[in-house]
Every structure is written in structure tokens, then in C-alpha cells.
């Protein structure tokens, strides 16, 4: 383990240390909120807790700035959950335990929750800064933001007093961006009627697993493989070829990550079970072949399980079919900003069991009109089969704006400090900023952040240095906002 607080520089590390030290998955960040208003209180300054939780803290300008624009710097309090299945991790009891490996501080076998624990830590170093020139300062701590963006669409307008925004919840450093996606999630649901398990069958549990995960609009572009997509593909392959029957069936855990692990409890006649570790063995080198590069760690496994019942015959059909058919990945690439995904869609968690049948799948896009676009399809496609069909936490995507004077202010400020011109981009990840700034129309706002890499997955990591350029850079922005 590595102490973090010892890392440089202190005053950014120690704030990380603290947000490691406290659990707070999303919708249970009470504990690390009413920490934080605690210490803002005892250093002087106001906080707020609006009606749904989120944590404003204001700090007055330094002597000389008064007259300044007061800026708002906005990260998120939760954090996404996720352990190797062979880790004993509970996300609401235990710390996060990080190494330092090459530069990098790792969480080996969990999520590290560098996303979005480091812009909160930057945001808090500014809070507790004692030398650093500043106009009027607002500290924005979101809850929720990787359950469903419930913070940012609950804040009420009128509580911010800013009128420029720094979202502090991107990952490359060198990287300011302007622009990204809106989404909606997509929940559907059915019920199935049972039949117990044929006599003549076996009983086993099809795994798969080894799949390196990722974020799910982040990483949707690289190809990488998608658990519930590849179990869901080989059972409807053995059902044609063997006779499956499936009992259950659970895969991912997040509906914002690249579903990494997914097993079945299915039956198969006995006749067949004898040739079922060949077949295994060639769809696993399948798979290992059409994700080479990405994902050729790929392992699919079957050992002994039981069950009494499996799925009737008609709602397998029902539930599997539109499962299999439903979309992930890539729908389309943006016409707009080369090279940036417009529009896609993660099948990011399934359950089926104990008579109920459940997925979700999180759409997103750069256009409002393509989010749902493609959420009516899957609604369509999904409605075939019988299911219900919810559509939840729907935010607007944040459009691009290149004549920003704050996003001009970043770039002068970038140049000026590293002789050369930072990038300017879109992402397709879902921030925050969409729905500020339809909150607050006329907030002026730009998104940065140091290097992490493995967001949403076990093995999250954020480079040291990088975390040191950004509080640096931090604070010369602030100290460069004109009267």
C-alpha cells in the first residue's frame, strides 16, 4: 500500500487520501458530504446542501481579486464500484488500498476512484489554499453523477453565483474539452414462467471472464468485448447446436462500464455435455481471435452447478432473442467533430432470474435527437418480446461552443505555461456539463483533468505527475480570470 498523502503535491494527494479513506459509492455519499462541509466549516467557510444532497462551499476572493468573476469548479463525490470477482472487496465498508507502480497510482484489484476523487481533491486544495489569487470561489460537489447524473439534475437554478464553471472530470491531460454527450438509460423488464430442469439433462455454470472492461463512453469506440454480448451469443449458439436450457443468467455490474464478467446456470442434455469443454474451447479461440489486441485474455469456462427449474421454452426464446439482438457499441461516428462517436449504446447490466428478466442499457450521444433515436429502437426491438420498457435519468449532452472566453483563457493560459497549444475536443462520455448549463444558461464552462486510465474498471489508475501539471495549471487559470 502506498500513503498517499505523501505523494506530491501534498495539498492535492491529502484531500485523495481522505476520499479513499471513506466509501462512497453512488447514492451513498452522506458519509464523505457531511466530512467535507465539516472541515469547510471549521476553516470559515458558508456551505449548502441543496434539497437532493449536493455540497456547495464558497470561499471569497484573495485581497486584490474582488472585483473578479467568480468561478465555480465542479467534480462529483461518488464513484464507480467495481472488483475482480475474485477480490473481497465491500465498496461500503472497506478504503481503497493504492499502489504506486511506474508513475502510477493503481488500484490493482478494484476501481480506484481517481474518477472523479482527483478533481475533488483539486477543488478541495483551492478551498484550503492560503497563497493562491483567486476572485470568488464556489466549490460544486454532485452526488450521484455515475448512477444517473441524479445530483446535477436535481440542483436547483439559481444556488450557483459564478459565472464561469471548471468541471475537473476528464482524463488526458493536455486535453480541454467544450463539448460531450447526452444519454438515458433504458430499463426493461419481463417476467417468464419456469419448468423444472429435464431429467436427462446436466447442469453447469458457463462463465465468462478476463475481459479488461472500461468506460462505457470513454472506451465504446475501442472494440473491446462486452461479457453479457459474448455469453449471450454462445447460449443462443448451443441452444441451436446442443439443446440448452438456461436456468440464469447474471453479467456486468455498472451501467456506465464495459460489462467484464457474465455467467449462465444452464442444463444440456447428457449426451451432450461430453462435448461441451471442445466446443468452449473453439468459441473461446474465436473469441480470442476476433478481440485480438483488445481483449485476447478472453476465458470461458464451465463448471458444476445445480438448479430445479429453467426458463419454458417460448420466454427462453423471447427473453434471449432480444437480448442477443439488442445493440451495443458504436451506432454512429459524428459528422461534426472527426473522429469523436455520435452516438452508441452499452448493454451494461442483465440479470435473469427467479422469474424476472432485466437489462439496462445506457444510450448515448452527441445529439439530443440521436439519444432518442436510438433508445425508440431498443424500446421497439424490446416490446417484441414482451418486455416493459422505462426510460430513466434522460440529461441533455452539452453543445460546443468554440468562441468561450473561458475555454480562450485555458488555451493562453496552457501555451504560455508549456510552450505549445493544448487540444481542444468532444468527448462521448456523459459530464455534467449538459445539464449545468441548461440550468444555467449562459454559464461559461470548460472540462480538464490529469491522466487516468481503466476508468470504471479494477486496475484504475491517474498518473502522478500528471495530477501535479493539473493543480500547477489549476491555479494559474484562476489567478489569470480578468476583471
Not at 130 to 156: K, Q, S, Y
Request: a negative charge.
Amino acid at each position: 500500500m502506498t500513503r498517499i498523502a505523501d505523494l506530491n503535491p501534498t495539498e492535492v494527494w491529502e484531500h485523495f487520501q481522505m476520499l479513499c479513506d471513506i466509501p462512497r459509492p453512488s447514492k451513498h455519499e452522506e458519509a464523505v458530504r457531511d466530512y467535507i462541509k465539516g472541515w469547510a466549516e471549521l476553516r470559515g467557510l458558508e456551505t449548502v446542501v441543496d434539497g437532493v444532497g449536493n455540497l456547495i462551499i464558497r470561499k471569497p476572493a484573495t485581497p486584490g481579486y474582488e472585483n473578479r468573476p467568480g468561478v465555480v469548479l465542479q467534480g462529483h463525490l461518488d464513484m464507480v464500484c467495481q472488483a475482480n470477482s475474485s477480490t473481497a472487496h465491500d465498496f461500503f465498508k472497506d478504503p481503497i488500498r493504492p499502489v504506486l507502480e511506474d508513475g502510477w497510482l493503481v488500484a490493482r484489484d478494484t476501481t480506484l476512484g481517481a474518477d472523479n476523487g482527483i478533481g475533488v481533491a483539486l477543488a478541495l486544495a483551492v478551498l484550503a489554499s492560503e497563497d493562491i489569487p483567486h476572485g470568488p470561489v464556489e466549490a460544486l460537489f454532485t452526488l450521484d453523477e455515475e448512477a444517473g447524473m441524479g445530483g446535477a439534475l436535481g440542483l436547483e437554478p439559481g444556488l450557483l453565483q459564478g459565472r464561469m464553471l471548471i468541471n475537473i472530470d476528464t482524463e488526458e491531460w493536455g486535453e480541454f474539452y467544450m463539448g460531450c454527450a447526452g444519454g438515458v438509460d433504458v430499463n426493461v423488464s419481463r417476467s417468464y414462467a419456469t419448468e423444472p430442469v429435464p431429467q436427462d439433462h446436466a447442469v453447469l455454470r458457463l462463465v465468462v471472464k478476463g475481459l479488461t472492461g472500461g468506460h462505457s463512453g470513454a472506451d465504446i469506440h475501442l472494440g473491446r468485448g462486452n461479457a453479457n454480448k459474448i455469453l449471450l451469443r454462445l447460449i443462443k449458439t448451443l441452444e441451436v447446436e446442443c439443446g440448452l436450457r438456461v436456468a440464469a443468467f447474471k453479467g456486468g455490474t455498472a451501467r456506465n462500464a464495459l460489462a467484464r464478467e457474465a455467467w449462465a446456470v444452464v442444463s444440456l442434455p447428457q449426451d451432450q455435455a461430453a462435448s461441451l469443454p471442445a466446443r468452449l474451447e473453439a468459441f473461446q479461440a474465436l473469441m480470442r481471435f476476433e478481440l485480438a489486441d483488445v481483449d485476447d485474455q478472453i476465458m470461458i469456462a464451465a463448471e458444476q452447478a445445480s438448479a430445479n427449474d429453467v426458463l419454458a421454452p417460448a420466454d427462453q426464446q423471447a427473453v434471449f432473442s432480444a437480448l442477443h439482438a439488442a445493440p451495443h457499441g458504436v451506432k454512429r461516428m459524428s459528422r461534426r467533430v472527426e473522429g469523436v462517436v455520435e452516438t452508441s449504446n452499452n448493454l451494461g447490466v442483465v440479470v435473469v432470474e427467479e422469474g424476472k428478466a432485466f437489462a439496462n442499457l445506457m444510450v448515448r450521444s452527441l445529439l439530443d435527437s440521436g439519444t432518442w433515436m436510438l433508445a425508440q429502437e431498443i424500446e421497439s426491438l424490446f416490446r417484441l418480446g414482451g418486455f416493459e420498457i422505462q426510460m430513466e435519468g434522460g440529461y441533455p449532452g452539452w453543445a460546443p461552443d468554440p468562441t468561450s472566453p473561458l475555454l480562450a483563457l485555458f488555451q493562453e493560459v496552457y501555451a504560455r505555461e508549456y510552450g505549445k497549444p493544448a487540444q481542444v475536443k468532444v468527448i462521448h462520455a456523459g459530464l455534467e456539463c449538459g445539464i449545468l448549463g441548461a440550468k444555467y444558461p449562459g454559464m461559461d464552462m470548460v472540462s480538464f483533468g490529469p491522466d487516468i486510465r481503466g476508468a470504471h474498471a479494477p486496475g484504475e489508475r491517474v498518473s502522478v505527475d500528471s495530477v501535479g501539471r493539473a493543480w500547477s495549471f489549476l491555479k494559474a487559470v484562476l489567478a489569470a480570470v480578468p476583471a
